[in-house]
Each structure stands twice: as C-alpha cells, then as structure tokens.
C-alpha cells in the first residue's frame, strides 16, 4: 500500500494540472528579435516542463562524469581496505596455526594494501608484526611493536600485556610490575591484570599492597573465595615472619593468630603461631592451637612442633602427650608414627613397636621411607639385630620418597615451607606431596605467572590464573 500512494497521488497532481489549464484558457505570446510566437498555455507547460527535464538529465550526466574518477579512487581505496583487511585475518589465523613466515607475508600484505589505498594503517596490524616476531624469536621487534601499541587508545592494552609478558620472560619483575599498575588503571577488573599484579606485588614481598590487590581480586572475581581464603592466611604468615624479623614481636603473634584463624588445618599457620606463643611463654595455648590443627590435618610437620613445645618435658610424659594425638586421628597413620618416634627417644621398646606396626597396617600401600627407618633403629636398639636393621634400610632405599613440599609450578623440592618458591619464586605454590623423581626441575617465571606458556604469548587470549596452591 506504500508503494501504490506516491503513484496515485502523482496521477492526481497531474490531473488536477491538466483541469486547471482546461478551465482557463489562453494564449502566451513570445517576442523576440522580430518574431512573434503565440502558444497555447497548457503546451507552453508542457514545453516548459520539458526544457526543465531535459536540463536536469544533461546536469545529471555531467555531475556523473565529473564525479566518475572519485569515486572510482574510492573504490578502489575500499577494494584495498578489504584486502588489507583479509591479509590481517588471514596473518592472524596464521599465528594461531603457528606459521610465522606465512603470518610475516600477509602483515607486510596488509601494509602494502593500506598504504596504496592511502589509508591509516588499522592498529592491530602492530599486533600481527609483534605476534610474527615473537614466533621467529624476535624479541627486540615484538617490544617494539607493543610499545607503539601504547599510543593508541585502541592497542594500550594489548601492548600492555605484550610488554608485562615480554618483562616477565626476561625477569624484570619491576617493570613488569610497573607496567601491570597502569593496565590496572586502565581495566581494574579485568581477572589477568589482577592475578599477574597479585603475583609480582607477592615476589616483590609487598604484603600489605597484596593484601589490597587480594581483596580487589576476589571482589571482582578473579580468584574464588576459598581460594583467596587461603592466600589470605599465607600473606598474613608472611607478613608475620617480616614483623618478627623486624622485632615488632606482637604485630607478629597478631598475625599469626589471624592466619591461624583463617585455616585452623593449614600445617605452615599452625606451627608458625604455635612457635611464637611458646616465645610469649604462653606454650599451652600453642600446643592447643597445634592439637586443633591435627585434628583437621595430621601434618608431621606439626608433629615435629608439638614435640619441640614439649622440650622441657621427660620422654615418658611426652609419649603421654602424643597419645593425645592419636586419639585424635586414631586411623592416620602418621599418628602411630609420630607417637612411635617419640617411644624410640623413650627407649620404650613395645610401645614403639606397637605404634609403628599399626602405622604399617594402616598405611595405604608399601611400608613409608620414614617407617622403615624408624623400624631399622627399632630392631638395632631393641635386640641389637644388625642383620635386621640392615634389612630395613635396604626396603628404605627400595621404597618411594617420603612427602616433602613440593612446587606446583616448577617441581622444585624444599625441605620447609616458605610464602614464595625458593626456586622460581611462584606464590602460595608449595604443596605437601610425594614428589615424582621423573618430574624437571627447570622454571619459567613468566610461565608461573597468569598469561600462559611465554613461547607462546598471545596478548588477545584469555588468561588463565597459575598463582599455586599449597
């Protein structure tokens, strides 16, 4: 029906036209250079008309043919632009199939088609030539290529990550922290930008901005809650070791205390608070605070600490002390083990070998490292047995390794715990396990880091979150 109105009311204008100079008649006469025409009104109209048609169609050719060169430039400028564009697309896709000297051809392409068309020169082509150097292992050029990437509002970002990534390969935490401040004023919320500045901050010891990185992180969802529950308790251990070094001995319990709080099973927060309370001469509310945590998690480390609260006590009383423990965990056998070391100190014979008997019969598997030798020095102190001892050993050395902290980033082993990997300085990343003799011992910072494997960085992917466990 929209079609059909225009086209009736143009017949209706025309009919109405053709009425009014029907019912008025009369005569136009011309005069010009002698002669004289007289015409009718309706066909000077219509001649008129016709002369107006007739100009508009010549103008209309002329506007066309003095237009025809621009727009074919623009066409063509257009025709390059899609070109350039699919060389991007096509360099793009090329990184991710990890052809670099393809990705190379189709960014010099894309230039080429930008250029001849006269165009400005779209941003993310600085981050196909980055992502093309760095698969050749051009480094300089990719850097290059991020910090242009900062003087567009469009790229700072991307260059941002590129250069956070690059710093952290080569282990320049404080550039790469410094860089990663200001792409947190730029996207605060962004997950990456949160778990990379949490990580640097922590390498850096910068507890209390952590602190405050920590809460925003959880806040915003990069790092779950019970995640960033246990992340709270090793930063506020951290901060606690720091205030003791530095004397201030009760902003250190304080903390203590507050981790302790936070995860009452977490072996590193209890045997830290237990041991300062015993430096505060308050030894029984440590060794209340580490029977709480063996009742959620019989740590041996822990063991190790209530027997060292319990110094001052004889072996005989200490041995009673530790019953306490195995009645706490009656069926782990690091209960029997723990009770079965300090009847070995005591001397007291059958309740070793009680103890250690029933560590070996609920044990999951093959008799432990430790219980072997443990068994080893029982048969030699027991009945003097050289020959059975030496039998124990030789199932000792036959056996896995017994547990020991182990980094879930870099498969470096350590003795004790610490907040940062001794090794690659990874956060929260040590994990109480056997570890696997199999397992490399090399590191990548970057790699510990969020944002991925460096040998394959792509600052437009998603990154993911590898700040650890323990």
Same mark, same amino acid.
């Given at each position: ?97 990890? /052809? ?61 990550? $590129? ?10 935490? =404080? ?6 401040? &200001? ?93 300062? !309370? &015993? /430096?505060? +001469? ?20 822990? #063991?190790?600490?209530?027997? !060292?609260?319990? #110094? ?5 009383? &200490? ?30 014979? $059958? ?9 070996? #019969? ?6 432990? +490292? ?25 199932? =000792? #050395? ?8 182990? *980094?879930?980033? *870099? ?14 300085? +990874? ?8 570890? /696997? &003799? ?5 590191? /990548? ?5 969020? $944002? ?19």
């Amino acid at each position: 029906m929209r079609r059909v109105l225009p086209g009736l009311f143009a017949i209706a204008l025309v009919v109405a036209v053709a009425v009014f100079f029907a019912d008025r008649p009369g005569i136009v006469s011309v005069s010009w250079l002698g002669w004289r025409v007289d015409i009718a009104v309706g066909i000077a109209a219509l001649a008129l008309l016709v002369v107006v048609l007739i100009l508009w169609l010549i103008f209309s050719v002329l506007g066309r043919l003095l237009r025809a060169p621009r727009r074919y430039a623009g066409r063509r400028r257009d025709q390059r632009r899609l070109e350039g564009y699919r060389a991007l697309t096509s360099g793009l896709v090329a990184i991710a199939a990890g /052809d670099a000297r393809e990705a190379e051809r189709l960014h010099k392409r894309a230039e080429l088609m930008f250029r001849k068309g006269q165009l400005e020169t779209p941003p993310l082509t600085r981050l196909l030539s980055a992502q093309a150097a760095l698969m050749r292992g051009d480094g300089a050029k990719a850097e290059g290529e991020f910090s242009a990437m900062l003087g567009d509002p469009e790229t700072e970002f991307l260059g941002l990550r $590129g250069l956070i990534l690059q710093a952290l390969k080569r282990g320049d935490d =404080a550039t790469a922290l410094k860089l990663t401040a &200001r792409a947190t004023q730029l996207k605060p919320s962004t997950p990456w930008v949160l778990q990379s500045q949490l990580a640097l901050e922590t390498r850096a010891q910068e507890w209390r901005k952590a602190t405050a990185t920590l809460k925003q992180a959880v806040k915003k969802g990069a790092i779950s809650a019970e995640t960033g529950r246990h992340y709270q308790a090793t930063l506020l251990i951290a901060h606690s070791r720091q205030a003791a070094g530095e004397g201030h001995a009760r902003d250190a319990l304080s903390y203590a205390a507050q981790a302790h709080g936070l995860d009452e099973g977490f072996a590193p927060a209890a045997t830290h608070y237990a041991r300062l !309370l &015993r /430096d505060g +001469n308050k030894t029984q509310k440590g060794l209340r605070a580490i029977e709480t945590a063996w009742a959620k998690s019989g740590h041996p480390q822990v #063991a190790e600490t209530y027997d !060292l609260l319990l #110094a001052s006590e004889a072996p005989v009383q &200490r041995l009673k002390r530790f019953e306490r423990l195995v009645e706490l965990r009656p069926s782990d056998p690091e209960s029997h083990l723990a009770a079965g070391a300090i009847a070995l100190n005591a001397r007291l014979w $059958g309740e070793a070998r009680r103890h250690l008997d029933r560590a070996g #019969a609920q044990g999951p598997g093959p008799w432990s +490292n430790r219980l072997c030798h443990l068994m080893a020095e029982l048969e030699q102190g027991d009945h003097g047995n050289g020959e059975a001892r030496q039998t124990w050993l030789e199932r =000792a #050395a036959r056996g896995e390794a017994d547990a020991t902290w182990v *980094c879930g980033a *870099c498969g470096a082993e350590t003795q004790g715990w610490e907040p940062l990997c001794p090794s690659c300085h +990874n956060f929260d990343s040590l994990a109480w396990r056997t570890p /696997d &003799r199999a397992e490399g011992t090399g590191h /990548d910072r970057a790699a510990a880091l969020p $944002g991925g494997d460096p040998s394959q960085l792509d600052p437009t992917a998603p990154a993911s979150a590898v700040l650890g466990g323990g």
